[in-house]
């Protein structure tokens, strides 16, 4: 060991060998004589006759703290030299006591000594040559590529028996290895090198082996890898999810996480509206109308952003969802997505993590020259295959006649049920007296676009040096809906900065721009599924039949085609997300953070309903409206942090953490109406006759601080401990602040020497478990606690009245304690992963919706805590390179969960008999089907026993909304540049009811003039037939067409998400174009779908298992490029 000298042994063991990895700088010195990262400027007073060299570098390292790293065969550092300076330059110093026999490098607080007469360089192994010697004794270190040592490495003579293990600081040593003989070096989570012995002195740097164990994972206030995280999080990279034809990142999460379901709602173009679920119903809040109060905090670049979805103004004065603001965000600027979802993970985020985190990194500029990338990729679209199949135009007549010949055969002859028909149909027959008939219309067809265009183009540029870094990208979407007169187009920019000034300061800036508009049409998609056939779209001179008949037969609607043409229903968005921040390094192991972020967001929605077309009691001749409604949502983030790091002679390592947030959300909405409009083609409100406007304003505030510990013991053992104390404006005095808390824990037990070699099988195990409090409040608002007073008159004059809530100044946080155990485990050399957790989640004072008496004077509900709620489940993900070699490779990968929910203890105000049921379950009257003899429909009764009295009293719990099981599927087969993958997605174990069958699609003559579905075929017709409907009646009134389970259906399905086939120029050919790479690919997404369910979609559904015709989802194919240079 005396051949390899480090002169100064320091406390920090790993941080001082990593210096030596500046010896590989030694050519760029040779070039420049001395060069300096920091000019050696700093100023040192030496006094000493005839003292050793390694003195010298004592007392430099005393005042300046630079360390000083040599091999000993290059430099004798008990040479004697005499020195008399006084506020001399370091960079002199070393000139004098060194000579012109020397270069050295200054990196950091590191100087790096070399001989101008370099030894033999082999990529990163420094050998010193000694050919005359025929077997020599070899000692050397072994680093990572940060320099810090690596324990434990096996160092083998290849083709032999000889070897030795690396001691606590990186080193070995062997005696009598012949000249030319090669090393092998390897250790659990690096690389394995080879290297040829050609001097007694080898350095070894080894890389960190391309697994996930070392990769780096984002989480609350900063990162780690996933060999030291101790909390139960997925990562989702960025390119997994970019090509997708998906303009929210949230849809492209679907199947690709475990714990992780998300429902989409509808498939209008700009993402339509999203819901999260991470492990079950968390808080007591229906999530209805698109509400996001059940969805995980999202935070992009350390801000929390605003999901509520941007709302438009119904002519009928209510407000409604409209877009999802995720859509906002550029999916292609993301380079990960971390789900969080235990206690270890997300408890420093207190109360707003109850219901799960989300961490979206966006895409950063690395060391280097300009990258620059452009993708480009089109779009086909048609509707979805569904199972709403629709009766013909025969079918539809002979369903019309039943009905009316039902109600009295004697009185609706044919020529009588004829001429009823021309009578509601003026438009039936071209002319008075004309006995020809339009040809029937397929509303349906005539709405939908079948050939909708995307175009998606992508423009960025990165790059960086060791000081600054830059990520620059451009983006612009054009997105046709299947659906006629819907669109979306999004102009977004983004710009990420990071910039070293010196080396103990760090400021950077990550910033998102985007424009965005939506135009909706008039929603026509469902008056579409259900209007006649019996109603033409134009007349016979080419104008638009404007009003045409609903399904009821007794009252007029808008051609859903002209009111796509001629309403406006369209929302225009800016959005503005980003951060600037500060970070200082100090006192070595010390560093502040400061980051002031911002989101804001404007929408300006409008609506207009057009004066020719009918609206509800606007069916005048000069009437008509448009309402618009303009939106502010502003959020404004504060967050300080302190970090300590401290690496204990390599086996102790703590990392403390403590800070301070501030957060304010202020929302602002202004809506304007007019009315009464003197011709068809004026679209502001000031052109209305009758105008009013309303606004209101909300503020609310969020004052925290935190605390972690981290600590590890020889990077096998891992503890976390974290603190968080919140206080919200929402709550009153007594209730303002909440505590929330975190203990977790890892170990990983292929580490331990009673398991080397005794399982060559197993490559990586790791245990961890964690157990915590979070909190939620997302389900009211600032003004929730307040007992208001509304405006009114009374006897002629001004008085006051209670408001529809009374308010609630004592309801506390809802709390959730959190308990994970996990299992992290690698097989066969990382050809296998295995992740498995199992968790229980109890959330206590449930928030809910309460409605008084009505003898109080209120009229709405108030929010008051109900009681607890606990979910159960487990979650499984698995991936296995069935298939792995230089050229050939193919992995297969699914992750399946499941969850168990019900209430286990109800509050005063909460019904008892509740308590242990699932929370999502669904209460109906159960459907007996159809009696043989008359074709009258039947129930079950609370006992069991059927009746043809149908009462509301008789419902009993018949299934649950949430799934029991879900999950993706997925294959990639890799060959030679060509990628071919496919992704599944499965739910199973959940009901769907469906409103539209039971108010228009089958609805035994109820509403007797819409369209039907073919399941309305299987009708009672004669006594003795056994059918799944009724007896058919104009205008029913002993229909079966009340909520049953007649119209609950399973929801169970699988569905092929994705084909991908992608190809990857080889570099010989895209290198003749001055390209880097060049990768082509086409893709079909949505594809086939198999289920059990007779309606729309599956994914159709809202969170409380509600059915309806809206819009539907997209089939499409997409080609794209991407070309890097």
Same mark, same amino acid.
């Given at each position: ?46 006094? &000493? ?125 062997? %005696? ?89 709602? /509808? ?53 409604? =969802? ?125 709405? %939908? /676009? ?183 949502? %502003? ?19 703590? /990392?403390?953490?403590? &800070? ?66 919140? &206080? ?90 959190? %308990? ?79 969850? &168990? ?55 009993? /719990? ?153 819009? =539907? ?13």
């Amino acid at each position: 060991m005396s051949n390899f000298t480090r002169p100064t042994l320091p406390k920090k063991k790993g941080r001082y060998i990593r210096r030596l990895s500046m010896l590989l700088f030694a050519p760029l010195a040779l070039l420049t004589g001395a060069w300096s990262f920091q000019n050696g400027d700093e100023k040192v007073t030496i006094k &000493g006759n005839d003292v050793p060299l390694i003195a010298v570098f004592k007392s430099i390292k005393k005042q300046t703290g630079y360390s000083f790293f040599y091999a000993a065969d290059y430099v004798d550092d008990k040479a004697r030299v005499s020195l008399d300076v006084h506020g001399e330059r370091v960079e002199n110093v070393l000139q004098r006591v060194l000579g012109r026999d020397y270069v050295w490098v200054y990196n950091e607080n590191a100087v790096s000594i070399s001989k101008k007469k370099l030894p033999e360089r082999r990529n990163d192994v420094a050998v010193v040559a000694d050919s005359s010697v025929t077997r020599v004794n070899v000692s050397g270190a072994v680093t990572d590529e940060k320099g810090a040592p690596i324990p434990g490495a096996t160092v083998m003579v290849k083709g032999t028996h000889e070897g030795a293990t690396t001691d606590e600081s990186g080193r070995f040593s062997l %005696t009598g290895v012949g000249m030319g003989a090669k090393l092998v070096i390897s250790s659990v989570g690096f690389e394995k090198r080879e290297v040829e012995v050609k001097g007694r002195t080898i350095l070894m740097k080894l890389g960190v082996a391309m697994n996930d164990l070392n990769e780096t994972v984002v989480v609350a206030y900063g990162t780690t890898t996933q060999r030291a995280n101790v909390g139960a999080i997925t990562v989702v990279k960025g390119k997994e999810i970019e090509s997708l034809p998906n303009r929210s990142f949230d849809r492209s999460l679907q199947g690709q996480v475990p714990g992780l379901l998300v429902t989409s709602g /509808n498939g209008q173009p700009g993402g339509g509206l999203s819901n999260f679920l991470i492990r079950g119903i968390g808080t007591g809040t229906d999530a209805k109308d698109g509400s996001t109060v059940r969805n995980p905090l999202i935070v992009v670049d350390g801000v929390p952003v605003t999901q509520d979805h941007l709302e438009r103004r119904l002519p009928d004065g209510k407000f409604a =969802p409209y877009s999802n603001p995720m859509a906002q965000f550029n999916p292609s600027d993301i380079e990960t997505i971390s789900v969080l979802k235990d206690a270890a993970a997300i408890a420093l985020y207190g109360t707003r993590a109850a219901n799960g985190v989300i961490l979206v990194t966006t895409k950063k500029g690395k060391a280097g020259k300009t990258q620059f990338s452009f993708r480009h990729q089109i779009d086909i679209s048609e509707m979805a295959e569904g199972k709403i199949k629709l009766v013909n135009q025969h079918e539809y007549i002979d369903l019309l006649y039943e009905a009316y010949r039902n109600v009295d055969p004697v009185k609706w002859t044919d020529a009588a049920i004829r001429s009823d028909l021309i009578g509601k149909y003026p438009t039936l027959v071209k002319t008075p007296g004309d006995t020809s008939f339009y040809s029937p219309t397929d509303w349906l067809r005539t709405l %939908t /676009n079948n050939r909708a265009l995307t175009l998606s183009n992508d423009l960025s540029l990165s790059g960086g040096s060791e000081r600054m870094n830059y990520y620059l990208n451009l983006s612009y979407v054009s997105q046709d809906g299947i659906v006629k007169n819907t669109e979306y187009d999004r102009v977004s920019v983004r710009y990420n900065m990071e910039n070293k000034p010196a080396n103990w300061i760090t400021v950077g800036v990550n910033s998102m721009f985007s424009y965005n508009k939506e135009g909706y049409g008039s929603g026509g998609f469902s008056m579409a599924s259900t209007l006649s056939p019996l109603d033409p779209v134009r007349l016979s001179d080419g104008s638009y039949n404007l009003k045409v008949l609903s399904s009821d037969g007794d009252t007029k609607t808008a051609n859903p085609v002209a009111a796509q043409e001629y309403n406006i229903n369209s929302i225009t968005s800016y959005r503005q997300n980003g951060n600037a921040f500060l970070e200082i390094r100090f006192l070595k192991k010390f560093s502040f953070r400061s980051l002031f972020g911002a989101d804001f967001m404007l929408s300006q929605a409008k609506n207009k309903v057009d004066m020719r077309l009918p609206f509800g009691e606007l069916d005048n001749a000069a009437s008509g409206l448009v309402a618009e409604q303009q939106t502010t949502r %502003t959020n404004l983030v504060t967050t300080n942090t302190l970090r300590y790091v401290e690496d204990f002679d390599g086996n102790h390592l703590l /990392n403390i953490l403590v &800070g301070q947030e501030s957060q304010e959300a202020i929302n602002k909405i202004l809506t304007a109406t007019g009315q009464g409009f003197s011709v068809p083609y004026l679209d502001e409100v000031d052109n209305g006759s009758f105008r009013t406007g309303e606004g209101s304003r909300s503020k609310e505030s969020l004052l925290s601080w935190f605390s972690q510990v981290n600590y590890a013991y020889r990077n096998k053992y891992f503890i976390s401990g974290s603190l968080r104390r919140d &206080g919200s404006s929402k709550f009153g005095i007594k209730e303002r602040y909440g505590n929330y808390w975190s203990f977790g824990g890892g170990w990983i037990v292929t580490d331990e020497k009673f398991m080397k070699g005794s399982s060559p099988w197993l490559s990586y195990m790791k245990i961890r478990a964690s157990i915590g409090t979070s909190g939620n409040a997302a389900a009211i608002s600032s003004i929730s606690r307040f007992y208001k007073l509304a405006i009114t008159n009374y006897a002629g004059n001004p008085a006051v009245r209670p408001d529809n809530s009374p308010g609630n100044e004592s309801i506390k946080w809802e709390e959730t304690f959190n %308990t994970d155990l996990g299992l992290e485990s690698n097989l066969f050399n990382d050809r296998i992963k295995l992740t498995a957790d199992i968790y229980k989640r109890r959330t206590s004072n449930l928030i809910y919706a309460i409605y008084p008496p009505l003898l109080s004077g209120y009229r709405g509900a108030y929010f008051d805590n109900i009681g607890e709620i606990e979910n159960k489940g487990i979650e499984i993900s698995f991936s296995a390179d069935i298939i792995q070699n230089k050229n050939f490779r193919w992995n297969v990968s699914f992750n399946w969960s499941t969850n &168990g929910n019900k209430l286990i203890k109800a509050y005063e105000s909460f019904p008892k008999y509740l308590i242990g049921r699932d929370w999502s379950s669904m209460y109906y009257v159960r459907w007996a089907g159809v009696n043989p003899s008359d074709g009258k429909p039947q129930w079950l009764d609370s006992l069991g026993k059927i009746t043809s009295v149908y009462n509301p009293v008789d419902q009993v /719990n018949v299934g649950k909304s949430q799934p029991d099981g879900f999950g993706g599927i997925n294959t990639l087969l890799f060959y030679r540049g060509i990628e071919l993958s496919a992704a599944f997605y499965y739910q199973y174990g959940y009901k769907i009811y469906d409103a539209s069958m039971a108010s228009f699609l089958v609805n035994d003559g109820i509403e007797p003039y819409g369209k039907q579905s073919i399941l309305a075929l299987n009708r009672w017709r004669k006594p003795g037939d056994v059918a799944s409907n009724p007896r058919r009646v104009l205008g029913n009134t002993d229909g079966g067409t009340q909520t049953s389970t007649r119209y609950l259906f399973n929801g169970d399905h699988i569905r092929l998400q994705n084909i991908l086939l992608a190809y990857t120029l080889p570099s010989r050919i895209v290198g003749r174009f001055h390209l880097s790479s060049c990768r082509v690919y086409l893709q079909g997404n949505n594809l086939i779908l198999w289920n059990m369910y007779s309606g729309n979609d599956p994914q159709n559904v809202g969170v409380t298992g509600l059915a309806s015709l809206t819009y =539907p989802q997209a089939t499409s194919f997409s080609a794209g490029i991407n070309i890097n240079f």
